[in-house]
């Protein structure tokens, strides 16, 4: 099996023809499968279907239907249709690697589906085509991962560096405090107005005196004439 590396602009093309597909068949859901299982892209809506599993089961059915061909007497089966109560299955081989299954109610009929279907073949090989000759050898994915992964690290680096940036503010040292921020009563009174000159306590100046009233005290009167 073909290696396959699908692009979104490859994704694009191929829901550029599954869309009128699905539109003017009048399909509930049109899905591109690869033979391994793989799902390629879908068109429509159906919210009872599991997308994923439809496909790996798709791909698993071509086995058992490729054993009945052969006993038949037939290479393969180039189509499948199974019918159901309300809804229908519609399964084609659009070329060696793809299947497309169309899944469609009776607002439409098998017959207008296979027209559609076969109108839109054309289109879906030549995108497939584009698809799978994108192998290893002629994509350099060295270059194309190797550009997104640069460019969304360029990018990211680019926000940030546009983004402010906070540096943290240094630690104010201690003598930088202000010095209304100390409370005035925290300062002991008698550092807040000192005196100038000391002054003699007041147990000297009494002392002083006593000794000074006794030497008066012990000198002889003076006498006047």
Same mark, same amino acid.
């Given at each position: ?131 799978? %000759? ?12 190797? %550009? ?6 360029? %990018? ?70």
């Amino acid at each position: 099996m073909k290696d396959m590396i699908l692009f979104p602009e490859d994704i694009d093309c191929l829901n550029g023809i599954l869309l009128p597909l699905t539109q003017k068949a009048n399909l509930l859901l049109a899905v591109l499968i690869n033979k391994d299982g793989r799902l390629l892209t879908h068109q429509g809506m159906l919210d009872t279907v599991d997308i994923i599993s439809l496909a790996a089961l798709v791909a698993g059915n071509s086995a058992s239907t490729l054993a009945i061909a052969h006993l038949v007497g037939e290479t393969e089966f180039c189509a499948m249709y199974h019918q159901g109560k309300d809804k229908h299955i519609y399964i084609a081989n659009v070329d060696e690697e793809t299947f497309l299954a169309l899944i469609f109610d009776d607002r439409t009929n098998i017959d207008r589906v296979k027209v559609f279907a076969r109108q839109f073949e054309r289109d879906m090989k030549a995108a497939l085509v584009q698809v799978y %000759s994108k192998s290893e050898d002629q994509v350099d994915l060295d270059m194309d991962l190797g %550009s997104v992964l640069f460019g969304n690290v360029a %990018s990211a680096m680019q926000q940030t560096a546009a983004a402010p940036q906070y540096a943290p503010s240094p630690a104010m040292p201690p003598q930088a405090v202000p010095q209304q921020a100390i409370p005035s009563q925290a300062v002991p009174p008698q550092t807040q107005a000192a005196h100038p000159y000391p002054q003699q306590p007041p147990q000297a100046d009494a002392a002083y005196m006593d000794a000074n009233s006794a030497q008066h005290l012990q000198q002889p009167p003076q006498q006047y004439r």
